[in-house]
C-alpha cells in the first residue's frame, strides 16, 4: 500500500509539473523579444537586440534547456575593486532574478532560466531587469526597486565618483 501511494504522489507531482510548464521555445522567445526591443537580429541559437539603446543579447540551447538574457557593461581595467564588492553584495540584495558575472575581463548583467519553463512574462521582465542592472552598476547596482533586507551597505569608490564607460 506505501508503494502504491508513493508512486500515485510521483505522478500527481510530474503531471503537476506538466501542466506548469511554459513550453517556451526559441520562436516564441523571438517574437516576445520583437515586441519588447529594436534592431533585433538572429543568428543561429543567439538574438542580438537594443533594449532602451544598449546592446543585448540571448544565447539559448534547446537541447540543454537553458536560455540567457545578458547585457555588457563594462570592462574590468575600468572599475575599481570597491565596485566588484558592490557587484557581489547586490548579487545577494539587490540584483534579484539576474546576477552581476565576470566573464573574458568584462562584467555583464545576466538572467539565467531553464529554456522550456519560462513564460511570457518571465521574458520581459528578465529583458527590463538585465537593462536596470546594467543602468544602475556603480549607484544602486539593482535590477527592480525590491531590495532584500540585510547589511545592504555599500562601500563607497575611492576618489572623486568616478564615471564608468560604458559599452
Known sequence: ?????????????VSFNQV?????????????????ADTVITNGNSIQFLYQDIPVFCIYDV???????????????????????????????S???????????????????????LSEHQVA?????VYSASQTFGSTYSSTDLIFPGNTKKRDVKGDEKRIRRF
Do not use: C, G
Open 1 to 13: 500500500m506505501r508503494t502504491i501511494v508513493i508512486l500515485f504522489n510521483f505522478f500527481l507531482v
Open 125 to 129: 521582465d528578465a529583458i527590463s531587469q
Open 95 to 117: 540584483a534579484l532574478d539576474v546576477k552581476y558575472a565576470l566573464s573574458d575581463e568584462i562584467i555583464w548583467s545576466v538572467f539565467i532560466h531553464p529554456l522550456k519553463e
Open 20 to 36: 506548469n510548464a511554459q513550453n517556451m521555445n526559441p520562436e516564441k522567445l523571438e517574437d516576445i523579444i520583437r515586441k519588447n
Open 63 to 93: 537541447n540543454a534547456n537553458r536560455m540567457r538574457i545578458i547585457s555588457p557593461i563594462v570592462e574590468t581595467t575600468k572599475i575599481e575593486e570597491e565596485q566588484l564588492l558592490n557587484m557581489l553584495v547586490a548579487n545577494f540584495h
